[in-house]
């Protein structure tokens, strides 16, 4: 979608500007959509138009899911009717394929960016839910590259800029303030301990989790569903953060139907969480989820790339430019046959046909036609809703 309007439609960027950009926000942790429509707000109009891109990208999303946590708040999520949903991921195999089938294009040029993407696919589809492996790769790939003698063409001089520090300095200073009032807040037992627990442990999420949605929500469901109902917190007090497995899983499945970053679904556990200390403080909740996920992803990407614009003119960062490509294609390509395990396919059915169906018929209006992807949405919420 984003190849789409900002390089086919709007030229805001090149595509090699975006899938420099993507790789590039690959390496860090955070949710790697947003901070790539952050630098392409950056690259049009500096900090402010950044700052509002990434306002405008994630609002619509967190005020719906902040929304729905009022929602199951009250008619509990047992009632709430979730079978419209049953065939967007296979809608999403499809959108993820014809992502991989347009970035190969671009980034796959030879022998050994096909090996990388190949061999990235196998370990991504096999370690999918292991959060170190995806740095990991990143290093590999452009290691990998560098090992070529390949001449590269002359690179534009740039100048060397001044680093701002504060954006660092500002993520390092936030991670240590909420570290320490929860901390404070757990072992003194505050009344409105829940509140200093969810932004930490929301910051904390937007400033380890790496590989994007599919990783955050398990570990969610570890943080607000596992630990709480494990022995070790049998004689705690009620203070804690307890979410229902049902209701948190009721959100990751609606968070997939909207357009937007999945990490919005921390809108969603901000007002679960404070669902029982009142109206106010559940909005308060869907608040901190929202600015605890979205911010550390935002200091990140404004503070590294600056540098990494100065960087990348060395042959080094160069070449490895060419294996962090292959990466980023892999990884796609991996995460498209992860999410098929999920298909039913086992089972020769009509909705079985349908799933399948979904996929081929998706990937294919993605890249013969010109049907807003939002149709493509509304068209298998409307088929699930009627199956």
């Given at each position: 979608m984003m190849m789409k309007t900002f390089v086919d439609?709007?030229?805001?960027?090149?595509?090699e500007e975006l899938m420099e950009y993507v790789s590039f926000c690959q390496m860090l942790p955070g949710a790697s959509s947003t901070q790539t429509l952050t630098l392409i707000g950056y690259k049009r109009g500096g900090i402010p138009l950044a700052i509002?891109?990434?306002?405008i990208w994630i609002l619509p999303a967190c005020i719906f899911m902040g929304l729905l946590s009022f929602i199951i708040g009250k008619i509990g999520s047992a009632h709430l009717q979730t079978s419209a949903f049953q065939f967007i991921q296979s809608m999403a195999i499809g959108f993820l394929a014809y992502a991989v089938v347009r970035t190969y294009k671009i980034s796959i040029k030879n022998l050994i960016t096909r090996i990388i993407m190949v061999v990235v696919t196998i370990i991504t589809f096999l370690l999918f839910k292991t959060p170190w492996v995806f740095p990991v790769l990143f290093i590999l790939g452009g290691i990998v590259t560098n090992l070529s003698s390949k001449r590269i063409p002359q690179l534009e001089k740039i100048k060397p800029k001044q680093i701002r520090w504060t954006n660092i300095w500002l993520f390092v200073l936030i991670f240590l303030i909420a570290g320490y009032l929860s901390e404070t807040a757990r072992k003194q037992e505050w009344k409105d301990r829940k509140a200093f627990n969810l932004f930490?442990?929301?910051?904390?999420?937007?400033?380890?989790?790496?590989?994007?949605?599919?990783?955050?929500?398990?570990?969610?469901?570890?943080?607000?569903?596992?630990?709480p109902t494990s022995p070790k917190f049998a004689d705690a007090k009620q203070n804690i953060i307890r979410i229902e497995k049902s209701e948190l899983l009721t959100g990751a499945g609606i968070v997939r139907a909207l357009p937007g970053p999945v990490f919005s679904i921390a809108s969603f556990t901000g007002g679960?969480?404070?669902?029982?200390?009142?109206?106010?403080?559940?909005l308060l909740g869907c608040v901190l989820g929202s600015v605890g996920i979205f911010l550390p992803s935002a200091l990140l990407v404004l503070f590294f790339f600056p540098v990494w614009q100065y960087f990348k003119k060395y042959v080094v960062v160069y070449r490895a430019l060419e294996g962090i490509n292959a990466v980023v294609v892999g990884l796609m390509c991996g995460a498209t046959f992860f999410l098929l395990k999920n298909v039913p396919f086992t089972t020769l059915n009509i909705i079985t046909v349908i799933n399948i169906a979904i996929i081929a018929v998706t990937f294919i209006m993605l890249t013969f036609t010109k049907v807003p992807a939002p149709i493509i949405v509304l068209a298998c919420l409307l088929l699930g809703w009627i199956f």
């Open positions: 439609k709007r030229r805001d960027v090149t595509k509002a891109t990434l306002i930490e442990n929301s910051y904390r999420f937007g400033s380890f989790v790496f590989g994007g949605g599919d990783v955050l929500i398990p570990m969610m469901l570890d943080q607000y569903v596992a630990r679960m969480a404070l669902k029982n200390e009142g109206l106010r403080h559940q």
